[in-house]
């Protein structure tokens, strides 16, 4: 790359990251071009850090930026490996795969990705010119796989070859016990790591044929706190459970600000006269006495059918850790039924996995099937813990309002609101599809205020908003 | 423009080595580029990664004066930049009953009694400062307004003596755990860097170089039990500073390699809850205790 193209490739660049949902201003990017200008182009270890200190804002942007920078400041253009190097049949790659995962060996395992894309990952018409840029006709159609390059090498296959080349090189390990179970685990993420660079690279390919906006577009993962929970994939929501103990500190930490910076209350005589001391008897800064605020209690009753169930989910994982900020939590879940899981969602912090599927097989919370039934369920919990509401309740209400075309019960909706203090609904679901087919999510919501809730920022915002302080 | 304090990246990973800080390349580019840039460093990452150890080495490696704010809820101007001495104006104007209105005034707002705080001192120190605002996210929003005017301009203005300008810009290095969101404008100011917990060649390198008397076999077993502890999503996650007590723990137990008794007897230095320790035991299968009859 020559220093002409560079700011154009860097606006680029910026570009996609703010296409990607990170905010990048035009001041960051005159920052990131003094800092290249001052490091030169020389290192890429350290232009990459570089641009992130001078571009990123937040911890968890940092996934996004790597992927990002990988595609418009590619390690190579074309084949990544000399062709010496490059094993000739999948036979000789999953060898040369097993040594590289069982040393750990970082460059080996990425030239190995490259290797494999490569001689794997090809499919349509890509042979022929290798430098288009906007590919028209059958380039279109056309690219590197990283699902075709693993379906053939198929990593996961090679564990137990893995294991068995580590315990060779680690004979004091053992084949029981710690230094097996250490092994695997690394011999696991190592695995991961592996895949992951098999994806980055046929990605960085096909963005060399098709254009990298388009490629940054859609191959690159959006940030975890955008991801929406209705789609959210198993490992992204593995990612999503990781940010609940630091998102609760964070909340926690708002909640009780907000109590402190009540700015009304009597005056503390005795506190206001030490401090007057200070400033030779003239009481210049009243101190006023502090206002206890009691703590409200809290119900969180969720829909724990299919589609909700992992937004429920971690919905509930997030009010159990923000559990010292309330007087009292009580969790109840639906499907058809509505039955009580404050115990199994108190248990559930320490392994927080299978909560929903534990609550699915221990509590009653269906009559038959698994298709919610809104009606059935608000009724049988106005029936049954009508004695969790009082004057001093706040109510969540967490699902998406789909009743299966049944009775929506709205005098039991309207039973909650008169006995709570506040009731919200958080509805998983975009707000443009509320009401549509078999959702009742319009007709819930003239009854509670209901709010659009579909990813983690939109979640703890609305949780300091709404959560009375 | 003042002088640079390093000339080059490698210079900044040699000198921050010859006090004591292994530096990762993530940490020696952005001090290049903050020292350069004459911007501030927002160093950010969980609890003992070496955030506030890092300013220390800083100002060893380059021989400056290190000077700390710590900040609390509810730190103020008076804690962070300035303060009157009032009890001690008091007792100058009572010392001097007949003294006029005119020279009293002009005498008490006097340099004497000034109380300066870590903000002006850094400021007005002429020689290099390594200036550290520590945990920044645990000072109200209001002090994040005051931290702007300051590191925006290098400047201090105390109404009654006149605008105080940096003799030398410090080197300035904000720290946060995270717990809240710093304003935009704050953030906008500073060069940005992620530190988290380091590659597993790095970390040997740390425990090896903080406990020397450490068995280099034993190090690195060590290592990779913490990278695997790591990896599990504990409550708290074992720290670099937890690491090397480990090491430190290890030793002095007479430790010369790691079996399942040994880790499950000294888990409790690295993992500070219950539940993560029963974790911790079950995934790293330690309840299989070697029998040495088995194959």
Known sequence: MTTEVL???????????????????????????????????ADRARLREALASTVLRRSGQRGVFDAVFDLYFPMAVGSAESAADRPSDVYELRDALVAALAE???ARLRALAAAGVEAFGQYGDVGSGGEGANGTGSKRLSGWSAYQTLGEVRPEALL????????????????????????????????TAFREHVQAEARRRTAELRGRERIARHAVASQTDLVTFTSATKEQLAAMRRTIQPLSRKLATRLAARRRRARRGQIDLRRTLRRSLATGGVPMRPVLRERRPGRPELVVLCDMSGSVAGFAQFTLLLTQALADQFSKIRSF??????????????????????????????????????????????????????????PRTSVLILGDGRTNYGDPNLGALRLIVERARHVYWLNPEGETFWGTGDSAALRYAKVVPMYECRNIRQLSRLVTELLPG | MQDPLFASVDEVVERLAGAGY??????????????????????????????TELARALATATGSELVRLQCYEGIDESRALYEWNHAKQLLRITAARDEGWQETRDHVFSEEF???????????????????IDETDKADVEMEGLLLEVLGDFQVTVPELGTITAARRPFVLLTS???????????????????????????RDIVTMQVPGLDATLAESLVRVVGALRDMDLRKAPSIA???????????????????????????VILKYQSDHRKAAAELRLDQLLDPASP
């Open chain 2, 242 to 268: 937890e690491s090397v007590d480990w090491a430190r723990t290890l030793l002095a137990l007479g430790a010369d390699s790691l079996d399942e008794q040994i880790v499950e007897s000294s888990l409790g």
């Open chain 1, 7 to 41: 700011p154009a490739r860097l606006v680029d660049f910026v570009g996609a990251l703010r296409e990607r949902g990170v905010e990048v201003g035009p001041g960051e990017t005159v920052d990131a071009a003094a800092a290249v200008g001052v490091l030169g182009l």
């Open chain 1, 333 to 390: 879940a639906f499907v058809g039924l509505t039955d009580e899981i404050t115990d199994l969602v108190s248990a559930g912090r320490d392994e927080p996995e299978g909560l929903a599927t534990r609550i699915l097989s221990q509590a009653r919370v269906t009559r038959w099937g698994m298709s919610s039934d809104y009606g059935e369920s608000l009724g049988s919990f106005v029936e049954r813990f009508a004695d969790a509401l009082g």
């Open chain 1, 160 to 191: 137990s070859r893995v294991l068995a080349a580590m315990r060779a090189a680690r004979p004091g390990d053992g084949d029981a016990g710690l230094g097996a179970a250490l092994a695997e685990r690394e011999a696991r993420s190592r695995l």
């Open chain 2, 22 to 51: 292994l530096a990762s390349t993530a940490v020696a580019t952005t001090v290049f580029l903050a020292d350069r840039l004459g911007k501030p460093l927002l160093v950010e990452g969980p609890a003992g990664v070496g955030k």
């Open chain 2, 177 to 203: 755990n995270a717990t809240r969101e710093l304003s935009e404008a704050l953030k906008r100011r500073c060069l940005f860097l992620h530190l988290d917990f380091p590659t597993p060649e790095l970390e």
């Open chain 2, 114 to 132: 000034l109380l300066p705080r870590p903000l002006l001192t850094a400021i007005r120190n002429p020689d290099p400062t390594v200036l550290l």
């Open chain 1, 104 to 106: 750990g060996d970082e």
